[in-house]
């Protein structure tokens, strides 16, 4: 009989899997084409709570407050994604 991992389950039943339960191991090239797109994502969701908060960042009703982080957080988000005031304020 093959090793199988396992762990307890809230009932104290071990939980076995088998490989055949796993699924196929995503390769380097789709988790590198996922990147971009998360943080396309992620760039869109920032720029929306931008607009919305009518280019304020930090304070009440500011994007921070909007997406729940820190001004820090989304000061260096924005850095870290090139978001610039031409493409959320006007």
Known sequence: MPPHTGSKSAN?????ISSADLPAVVSLRSAAAAAPSFEQAERHVIIDALKAASGRIAGKGGAAERL???????????NKLNINRVEYSG
């Open 68 to 78: 729940g982080l820190k001004r820090t957080t989304l000061q260096n988000k924005m």
């Open 12 to 16: 104290g039943l071990l939980a076995t």
